[in-house]
């Protein structure tokens, strides 16, 4: 027998299961432990600090092997999903949410030098910052700040970006630290740029009202080749990015408030992306501070066609606003119309619904990394087959979470968002359920190579 602490939520589980990966002890006893890839030792997201028991966990896989040495982890830092306890351990778990991941990428990233790369770099500057001040209390704007960091940085994160500064009243975003293609790291980029926007009006609207105050951004976006690393002081190294596209967007940035515009991109990001598929508005042909030379910059206004990760990642906060009441209504719903399901679940619904909203979560902040995304939702359903769970349930279960969703946004529900919302239970569910074919594929076409 052992036992395993788990530091911070002082959970103590004893498991006699020496087969198990840290991770499954974990799911099996409904503690909400990341694991992107689903237990692939791919995303790094289900590690955890041993603090006591070292020895009592199995030898790294050749996998995490490699993770560790990439990312110069000491000895403590272990991956849930690739080892095994075989006495007791205390640990803690280091990444608790998605919005947390992106910044594992800079673990990637060089000391004490700098790598070139092509990245998108967003700029988002609050609009008349100085007037706010003034007229407000202390306390008031420091409230209002927080929040408006905070709106404005999950569009960032949830697209795969890192925040990069606050500067002031202003917001800096990067995308594409850890590599990817330019299309992948512009679209992150105008995901995010919209999500702001879109983000900054329903503050107002809801949150500001009381305030007597409304939040205007400007957001200018631009692509190019930077050098980014970990440099500074020896002992005090900041992840720092430099180079001539950083300037550029912050100038872009200024020139939406002359272009009285919201979100200005320029023509690299605006050619990063395939034709057709942005809404653009004005265009503006102008010499930047310190160019000689006239640049065109494109006012963004959204998406041609409906698109599914930004109507998701716009909903989601709203949708999961009261966690615990959004899992109790979907299961009450689901046991109404199939008595017969109940039986399959082992554990008190509290805890269950823990897990399903923090899964739900994950998978909105996993959509800019598809490929995790897709190993974790095959793991997921592989675990459901465990569970008992005929894929004749699932049309079910999808149409009572999009019932759910709908009655938890309320008027803010619109057809857009429903038909976002049921292409991507589309999408989870035939990942979950069709594990079985699509793994049958690839081993196919690897015999065939
Ligand atoms: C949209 C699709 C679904 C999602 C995202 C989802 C999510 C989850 C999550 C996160 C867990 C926790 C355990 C784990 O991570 O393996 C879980 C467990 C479970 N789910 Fe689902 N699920 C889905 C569909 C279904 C369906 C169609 C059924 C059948 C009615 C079902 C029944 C169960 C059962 C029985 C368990 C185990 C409960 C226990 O051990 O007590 N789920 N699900
Ligand atoms: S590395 Fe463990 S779940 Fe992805």
């Given at each position: 027998m052992a036992s395993i602490l788990y530091n911070g939520i002082n959970q103590l589980i004893t498991t006699f299961d020496?087969?198990?990966?840290?991770?499954?002890?974990?799911?099996?006893?409904?503690?909400?432990?990341?694991?992107?890839?689903?237990?692939?030792?791919?995303?790094?997201?289900?590690?955890?600090?041993v603090i006591e028991g070292h020895q009592n966990l199995s030898a790294r896989t050749m996998v995490e092997r490699n993770t560790a040495h990439l990312r110069r982890w000491d000895p403590a830092v272990r991956l849930a999903c690739q080892?095994?306890?075989?006495?007791?351990?205390?640990?803690?778990?280091?990444?608790?949410?998605?919005?947390?991941?992106?910044?594992?990428?800079?673990?990637?990233?060089?000391?004490g030098e700098a790598e070139e790369r092509n990245i998108a770099i967003l700029f988002c500057d609050l609009r008349n910052f100085t007037r706010i001040t003034s007229q407000n209390l202390a306390f008031d704007i420091a409230h209002m700040l927080n929040r408006f960091y905070t709106v404005l940085g999950d569009p960032i994160l949830m697209n795969n970006g890192i925040i990069y500064q606050y500067v002031g009243d202003e917001i800096v975003g990067i995308f594409g630290t850890a590599g990817g293609t330019r299309q992948k790291n512009a679209t992150d980029a105008i995901r995010a740029a919209l999500g702001m926007q879109y983000a900054i009006e329903r503050l107002n609207h809801m949150e500001l009202k009381d305030f007597d105050t409304k939040f205007e951004v400007g957001v200018g976006v631009n692509f190019g080749r930077a050098f980014i690393g970990h440099l500074g002081h020896p002992k005090h190294r900041q992840f720092t990015v430099i180079g001539d596209p950083v300037n550029v967007a912050s100038r872009i940035q200024g020139y939406t408030k002359?272009?009285?515009?919201?979100?200005?991109?320029?023509e690299s990001i605006y050619k990063s992306v395939e034709e057709g598929t942005l809404e653009i508005g004005n265009t503006f042909r102008t010499q930047l501070d310190g160019k000689d030379f006239e640049s065109q910059l494109f006012e963004l206004r959204g998406f041609r066609e409906m698109d599914m990760n930004l109507e998701l990642q716009s909903s989601l906060d709203f949708i999961l606003k009261n966690e615990e009441g959004f899992a109790r209504r979907f299961y009450d719903k689901v046991f109404t119309k199939a008595p017969g399901v109940?039986?399959?679940?082992?554990?008190?619904?509290?805890?269950?619904?823990?897990?399903?909203?923090?899964?739900?979560?994950?998978?909105v902040y996993s959509l800019s990394r598809p490929e995790y995304l897709k190993m974790g939702l095959r793991t997921l359903g592989k675990s459901h087959e465990k569970y008992g769970v005929r894929p004749e349930y699932y049309p079910l279960v999808e149409e009572i979470l999009l019932e759910t969703i709908r009655e938890e946004l309320g008027?803010?529900?619109?057809?857009?968002?429903g038909r976002a919302w049921k292409q991507a239970l589309e999408y989870i569910t035939s990942q979950m359920v069709n594990w079985e074919a699509d793994e049958k594929i690839v081993e196919m076409s690897n015999a065939a190579n």
């Open positions: 020496q087969d198990s990966t840290l991770l499954d002890i974990s799911l099996e006893n409904k503690i909400p432990h990341l694991h992107e890839c689903g237990g692939n030792g791919r995303c790094t997201t289900c590690r955890v600090r080892c095994r306890v075989k006495g007791d351990v205390v640990v803690q778990r280091l990444v608790w949410t998605g919005a947390e991941v992106n910044k594992l990428q800079l673990e990637t990233i060089p000391e002359v272009a009285k515009v919201k979100t200005l991109i320029s109940r039986a399959l679940f082992k554990s008190d619904m509290v805890s269950q619904g823990r897990l399903l909203t923090h899964m739900l979560s994950g998978i008027a803010l529900y619109t057809e857009k968002l």
